[in-house]
């Protein structure tokens, strides 16, 4: 194993101090290893909160800032973080408006989020609204899930939710927002290389260099299939058509992501997003925005995910207004 680090013990460590120096506009509590803005969003506005486990930046912790998060959790890689690092988190984001856990599905997470919203609203009475983003179309349980895995529309989320937030919605209309989004966000990732937990020094599950793994999860967790290595045009049909048979996305504007799982460049990326707006716009699907680089990883996995969010208006305005954080930017 071969990484840019000091130890596997310090690696979240060391990455939250790295974080600290490289972005001042962030604040970043060691202790209890979250990520804050550092100049907290006005008073009487609803803070957005979210977190995992690390290995997959540039989230969460890269969408802390203007027109997105509040706060972020840090966990360590692959693991959840602690219902006390949610309750800290929750409590110095809250302006008094109330707090959106914006939650993967994968149980660790929904459990641990669940049991810090209720601890926050005990001791402090912060309103906590939950939304728990479950996109992946590949396979209904698996070995982190009850139910599908949430993935790539997290990123669209929170960007979204983010913008109604940062525009002075209520509670109860940004979490209608992040529930909409969910609802019409569909996902799908394929795996060309396992990725490599530093703690275990090794690649996480076996896979031959002639064969793929279509469905794989952001953690490694099995597909749907493995089959043999394609063409960058088969593998974004075997991506695209089980996105589209899971959902009517005619009809509406689409934002369409392709992102990138950690080990593969960015030429490659657009060569499949090359391939997957040719299927799209052969199903009759309009693809109104798009976004084309690595937002949700997986270590240095070999590989990319295609997600595809049913648009309307009001999702593409919020879409488009400003946002400043060290993962995303525009419109500032």
Same mark, same amino acid.
């Given at each position: ?15 939250? @101090?790295?974080? %600290? #120096? $490289?972005?001042?506009?962030?604040? !970043?509590?060691? +202790? ?5 803005? *550092? ?77 810090? @919203?209720?601890? %926050? #609203? $005990?001791?402090?009475?912060?309103? !906590?609204?939950? +939304? ?5 179309? *590949? ?194």
């Amino acid at each position: 194993m071969k990484k840019l680090i000091n130890s596997p013990e310090t690696v979240l460590a060391d990455s939250l @101090a790295g974080i %600290a #120096a $490289a972005h001042p506009e962030l604040r !970043v509590d060691p +202790v209890n290893r979250i990520i804050y803005r *550092a100049t907290p969003k006005s008073a009487g506005r609803v803070a957005l909160l979210s977190g995992g486990g690390t290995g997959h930046e540039p989230l969460h912790g890269g969408y802390v800032g203007e027109g997105m998060l509040d706060a972020a959790c840090a966990g360590a890689v692959f693991t959840s973080p602690t219902p006390d690092q949610m309750l800290e988190a929750t409590m110095v984001a809250d302006q008094g408006a109330g707090v959106l856990h914006i939650v993967k599905n994968y149980t660790g997470d929904v459990m641990n989020f669940e049991l810090g @919203a209720e601890l %926050a #609203a $005990a001791e402090s009475g912060v309103e !906590v609204a939950v +939304v728990i983003v479950n996109d992946d179309v *590949a396979v209904e349980d698996s070995s982190f899930t009850a139910g599908r895995r949430g993935v790539g529309t997290t990123v669209l989320l929170e960007k979204i939710a983010g913008a109604a937030a940062e525009q002075g919605r209520d509670l109860a209309a940004v979490l209608a927002v992040a529930e909409k989004v969910n609802a019409s966000g569909r996902s799908m990732g394929v795996a060309l290389t396992s990725c490599t937990v530093p703690a275990a020094g090794k690649p996480t599950f076996d896979l031959p260099d002639d064969e793929m793994e279509i469905g794989v999860g952001i953690h490694g967790e099995p597909g749907r299939r493995r089959v043999p290595l394609a063409g960058a045009a088969e593998i974004a049909r075997q991506l695209v058509e089980p996105i589209l048979a899971d959902m009517d996305f005619t009809g509406a504007p689409t934002i369409v992501m392709l992102n990138g799982l950690g080990g593969t460049p960015l030429i490659e990326l657009y060569v499949m997003y090359a391939e997957v707006s040719k299927l799209l716009e052969a199903a009759g699907v309009e693809v109104a925005r798009s976004l084309v680089g690595n937002y949700i990883t997986a270590l240095d996995m070999a590989g990319c995910s295609v997600t595809i969010l049913k648009a309307d208006d009001d999702i593409l305005s919020l879409w488009d207004a400003p946002v400043n954080t060290s993962g995303l930017r525009w419109g500032i």
